[in-house]
Nanobody, 122 residues
C-alpha cells in the first residue's frame, strides 16, 4: 500500500518561511515524478510545483516561482517544498502527490497525501 504523509505546515506571518516534507512508503519514489498541489478554501486544487524522477527538471506555478523550491531525496523516499517569502494568498492545504508522468495536471497523479495546512497571516 502506498502512503504519502505530509508534514511541516503551520501558521506563520507574511514574509516567513516554511518547509514542507512528504514521506512516501510502499513504493520507491525514484519511479515517480513528484508534485505539490494546494487547495484554498472555496477554490479548486491547483498545481504548485513538480520535479522529475531524477530531480534534473522542475517547474513552478508562476506566482510561487523564485519563492518556492522543490527537492527530492530518492534514497530517503522524501520530497520537500521550501517556501520562502510567504504571502497570505499562499494560505491553503498543501498536498504531495506521485505520478508516472511529468505533468502539472492533477488528474495524472496516482497517489496523494492527506494534506497539511499552511496559513499565512498578514
Amino acid at each position: 500500500q502506498v502512503q504519502l504523509v505530509e508534514s511541516g505546515g503551520g501558521l506563520v506571518q507574511a514574509g516567513d518561511s516554511l518547509r514542507l516534507s512528504c514521506a512516501v512508503s510502499g513504493r520507491a519514489i525514484r519511479n515517480y515524478c513528484m508534485g505539490w498541489f494546494r487547495q484554498a478554501p472555496g477554490k479548486g486544487r491547483e498545481f504548485v510545483a513538480h520535479i522529475n524522477w531524477s530531480g534534473s527538471a522542475e517547474d513552478y506555478k508562476a506566482s510561487v516561482s523564485g519563492r518556492f523550491a522543490i527537492s527530492r531525496d530518492n534514497a530517503k523516499n522524501t520530497v520537500d517544498l521550501q517556501m520562502n517569502s510567504l504571502k497570505p494568498e499562499d494560505t491553503a492545504v498543501y498536498y504531495c502527490a506521485a505520478a508516472r508522468v511529468y505533468s502539472t495536471s492533477s488528474n495524472l497523479y496516482d497517489f496523494w497525501g492527506q494534506g497539511t495546512q499552511v496559513t499565512v497571516s498578514s
